[in-house]
């Protein structure tokens, strides 16, 4: 066996004859994806963002205004800038070739490594151009430099013609490539898209506000739907502002203003400039979350140390705001919280900048956690301190987030019930005898006596009722905790069997209708909202699709002989009075003081009988959520003040007085 072994060994011929050396772009054609990802559309398409960034890199040093990006029929795209164009005398390493032919021919090669041509740019790997060239089926290039033109082209990464001096040329200066993606790299399928390629030219105006990128595209390449036109001129002073206020529209936000601004970075120990940082956020009402980070125009769509250093500046900026105000709960929000339905632009320039793979999807610089932390931190400061009432607002509704995060944490961590156990209903529960919701109902009452006479008052198949103790907690006011600890609201989230919050499930719901049925009183008036607070905070879906309901119990009766009829409230007594009895008649009036001293048969007569009862269904308003919780943060939240205002703004509304 060992002789055989020995034997195959020794007839395998492997020398030096075997080992391949890939010269040139060779490597590139070879395995594209290590360079840009691989061979699909989002490859294609990176191949126009690098000769892209090289122009927006002439732009940001100031070299540029103007760029240009034609689509042609053929899948040949041009990139025009009117910068200060590739150098083109002979390279001094590379004496028989010029520079604009070592920088399309040579990985790893540019004028952004050194930082002298280019304080902060894009395309700092220096194989931007050069892969675009390998994998390219055909590309020109002319460079406009001192009032002469010059011209090249290449096929594969390979140059056909030597450099040659077109002649003299006048008003023209920078660098124009036109390329066509090599179809054996990337098959006969797939092609420029006109709408992607105008996207990615208004993203880089948005970027750098002083750049004007003229698109335009051969007219036969746009469908009848495709809404992308076939000129533009692309310029927004506003920058990233004008970016986020034009994809939100008109959606509501917490805080009605943006949060925008620009600021240069700290300088290093050594005096160098380090950069700048733009951005620009909102917090929504309704939305999921997103933020958009790039580096020196380049997007980053994994992230990386400059988002880190933005989420540190909110984080820390908040807790800070929530410390001022003497808001205890501010000290547990988390990054998760702050930056739920925040939609934000992040884009930073900066010097050196490292990216995690040649597509550059991720900054790695840890210094730009660091200068990012400390350009936004003193500037989100005077934003909320500048405008407490919003930011007031934008700290309860953070504030919420946190809550329910850990409401939702203690939910999980509990052990699920499971489905053969017999389910625990609350003790003073009388439940109703029907299987499934539909056509049943739980009323709501305030102690056992008014329990008693709705039990006795209630058809036993579909009404189900819970008396709850006094006045339950004002969940607008209290804290997560006590709203945890709190026996009532516990009862009685178990008793509906729905979840709260974002762990609301409609189908588990076990009633058709939640009725609260307090006294016709001002206490009741006042248990009522109370309940109704507790819902719109904690389970709005219930609210959102009509289960909530509010039982109209008379507060007097009003008996003459065999004739009794029941009044709502003062202003219906007196109508009453005047409209069903005759004048000068003696009529007993009796003034309930609670339900539980209303007798059962009374009480189901007036107020639990579906065919004779008055209902109001508790509904909010769609069309100004902002508004209502306004409204509820005032009149039930923790500021006092903001009652007094209420009552101050509308004491001229006030009629009548039952003292």
């Known amino acids: 066996m060992t002789d055989l072994f020995d034997r195959a060994v020794a007839e395998q011929k492997y020398s030096a004859k075997d080992i391949e050396v890939l010269e040139g772009l060779e490597p590139v054609r070879r395995r594209p994806g290590m360079y840009i990802g691989g061979t699909d559309d989002n490859a294609l ?14 732009a940001v040093a100031g070299f540029a205004s103007t760029i240009e990006m034609h689509l042609a029929t053929g899948n040949m795209l041009m990139v025009r800038d009117n910068g200060r164009g590739i150098p083109v005398d002979p390279h001094p390493k590379f004496r028989d070739r010029s520079a604009l032919e070592v920088i399309l021919t040579t990985l790893h090669s540019g ?22 060239n390998a994998l390219s089926s055909r590309l020109e290039i002319e460079v406009a430099r001192e009032k002469t033109l010059w011209k090249q082209e290449y096929e594969r990464g390979k140059p056909m013609t030597k450099l040659v001096n077109a002649g003299p040329i006048q008003n023209r200066r920078g660098t124009t490539i036109r390329f066509i993606p090599d179809t054996q790299i990337f098959g006969d399928k797939l092609s420029f898209s006109p709408a992607r390629l105008y996207r990615l030219c208004r993203s880089k105006a948005y970027l750098f506000r002083g750049v004007r990128i003229r698109w335009s595209v051969d007219p036969a390449l746009l469908k009848d739907t495709d809404e992308t036109p076939a000129e533009a001129e692309l310029h927004f002073p506003g920058g990233l502002r004008d970016s986020l206020s034009d994809e939100l529209g008109n959606a509501a936000k917490l805080v009605g203003a943006l949060w925008s601004g620009e600021a240069i970075l700290p300088a290093s120990p050594d005096g160098t400039a380090q950069g700048k940082v733009e951005w620009a956020c909102a917090w929504l009402e309704d939305g999921d979350s997103s933020l958009q980070s790039y580096c020196n125009t380049v997007p ?18 908040l807790r800070a705001f929530g410390e001022q105000r003497a808001n ?12 739920g339905a925040l939609a934000a632009k992040l884009s930073l320039f900066i010097r050196d900048p490292q990216f995690q793979g040649q597509t550059k999807e991720k900054l790695t610089n840890q210094e730009a956690t660091r200068l990012t932390e400390a350009s936004l931190r003193d500037r989100f400061d005077h934003f909320l301190t500048g405008d407490p009432a919003n930011a007031d607002q934008l700290l309860a509704f953070i504030i919420e987030r946190a809550e329910e995060r850990i409401r939702r944490k203690e939910l999980k961590d509990t052990p699920r019930k499971s489905a ?13 005898t029907r299987d499934t919701a539909e056509g049943t109902e739980i009323f709501l009452v305030e102690g056992d006596s008014a329990g008693g006479s709705a039990k006795q008052a209630r058809n ?9 103790r006094g006045k339950i907690l004002n969940v607008a006011s209290a804290s997560a905790d006590k709203l945890r600890q709190n026996q009532e609201l516990k009862d009685l989230i178990e008793a509906l069997g729905c979840g709260v919050g974002e762990r609301f499930n409609r189908a588990a719901l076990r009633y058709g209708r939640v009725i609260i049925m307090t006294d016709a009183d001002v206490d009741g008036a006042h248990i009522a909202s109370l309940l109704m607070t507790f819902f719109y905070r904690e389970l709005p879906e219930l609210i959102r699709h009509g289960h909530l309901y509010l039982a109209q119990p008379p507060l007097y009766r009003l ?23 005759k004048a000068g008649s003696k009529v007993e009036i009796s003034r309930f003081k609670g339900l539980g001293e209303m007798p059962p048969a009374m009480l189901k007569d007036t107020t639990m009988d579906p065919k004779k009862r008055t ?4 509904v909010a308003a769609a069309e100004d959520r902002i508004a209502t919780a306004t409204m509820v943060e005032s009149l039930m939240g923790r500021k006092p003040e903001l009652r007094f205002q209420f009552i101050q703004d509308n004491a001229n509304s006030v009629t009548d007085i039952d003292i």
């Open 45 to 58: 398409h990176h191949l126009a963002a690098e000769i892209l960034d090289n122009a927006m890199d002439e």
């Open 111 to 132: 004028g952004k490594f050194a930082g002298k041509a280019y304080a902060t740019s894009g395309g700092l790997h220096g194989v931007g151009s050069s892969v675009v």
């Open 300 to 317: 980053t769509p994994q992230g990386g140390t400059h988002e880190a250093g933005f989420r540190a500046a909110l984080l820390k900026g």
């Open 328 to 339: 205890r709960r501010a000290g547990q929000i988390t990054i998760e919280d702050v930056q």
């Open 420 to 432: 053969t156990r017999r389910l625990r209903l609350p003790g003073k529960l009388t439940d109703c």
């Open 460 to 468: 036993r198949e579909t009404q189900a009722v819970l008396p709850l």
């Open 559 to 581: 008996t003459q002989g065999g004739k009794s009829i029941y009044a709502m409230d003062d202003a219906a007594r007196e109508q009453i009075l005047k409209r069903d009895f």
């Open 615 to 618: 209902l109001l269904r508790v």
